[in-house]
């Protein structure tokens, strides 16, 4: 039995396939697999993990395969959005003295679910948090790489939240798998994400800014906006009050036009994001604009009350 394991395009999508001693058998035993289950509309699955954030109406619609990271606190372990719902979550963030800490699905957790999907379909893309954020890419290759007779092309979107979901529902919308890993490919350099913290507690609490430069924005009412862009975190502006901040990030937005996929993203937050939302629809009425709600990932260095912009630029600058 031979296995092989490379790399393409800039190290993002790591395909992995490994051929059976017996490919009559195989094909026998997949046909009356197939025969038995299901029929599928496409004959490729779509993988992520739960960072992506994917609304539960992508979910089901493309049925898309969710493996979910871990939250810790303290010694109390969760799968993410499977044992703690994100208004959980947030609950005991606010109440927390430290940061709840994240962990990446094993490599055996994703061989297990490459090995059910192997069953009725012929490969899958596997879209996950950016490597520079999460190992949950590395453990998704790792996976793959044990399981027989299945190619799976592991994507690193280099981001977090709802851009992967963005990335999963063109996958999903492809007719191939080829023609959905170069789809999603294209795409990951252009993926943003512009947070805005409604609090400096929590980036203190990781140890991104001082006590000191927490208690002096606290004090001015700073509001950080941060932008997730090209593997990096960076600062964007801080903006005195609420309302000038989101004013800020809209016309941050604009700027960054033309997007092909645009929403906003809440942290415990709903009504500021539909209406952040309505104001984007009507700016920009091509565009779906949906809402989503900013998972532990995100929500771990957001704090509650966080809004976020993603979008996926149209062409890299």
Not at 142 to 158: I, K, M, Q
Request: glycine share 4%; aromatic share 4%.
């Amino acid at each position: 039995m031979s296995s092989r394991v490379s790399s393409q395009r800039s190290g993002r999508t790591i395909q992995a396939s490994r051929s059976r001693c017996s490919r009559a058998t195989s094909s026998t035993t997949r046909s009356s697999s197939r025969s038995n289950s299901r029929r599928l509309r496409r004959s490729f699955a779509v993988v992520t993990d739960s960072t992506a954030d994917l609304p539960n109406e992508w979910r089901d619609r493309y049925e898309i395969e969710i493996v979910p990271l871990k939250v810790l606190f303290g010694q109390e372990t969760f799968r993410d959005r499977v044992d703690m719902t994100d208004e959980e979550f947030f609950r005991r963030l606010a109440a927390s003295t430290s940061l709840p800490t994240t962990s990446a699905p094993s490599p055996g957790e994703f061989a297990d679910v490459y090995r059910r999907l192997a069953q009725d379909h012929d490969g899958c893309i596997s879209i996950h948090i950016g490597a520079q954020l999460s190992a949950t890419a590395e453990a998704a290759r790792v996976g793959a790489s044990s399981v027989d007779g299945f190619t799976v092309n592991v994507v690193d979107s280099e981001t977090v939240s709802m851009p992967i979901a963005f990335l999963c529902r063109i996958a999903a919308e492809s007719s191939s798998l080829a023609e959905a890993t170069a789809a999603v490919e294209q795409r990951v350099p252009r993926c943003r994400v512009l947070a805005l913290l409604d609090t400096l507690r929590y980036v203190e609490m990781g140890g991104r800014v001082s006590r000191a430069q927490a208690m002096i924005g606290t004090m001015l009412d700073l509001k950080p906006l941060l932008l997730v862009a090209n593997r990096e975190i960076k600062s964007v502006d801080r903006v005195r009050t609420r309302s000038r901040a989101i004013a800020r990030m809209i016309e941050f937005v604009r700027a960054e036009q033309p997007v092909e996929r645009l929403a906003v993203m809440h942290a415990q937050a709903p009504e500021q994001a539909e209406a952040i939302a309505a104001q984007l629809r009507n700016k920009f009425p091509d565009l779906e604009v949906p809402v989503g709600q900013i998972g532990c990932v995100l929500g771990t260095h957001t704090g509650p009350k966080a809004l976020g912009l993603v979008y996926i630029k149209t062409q890299s600058r």
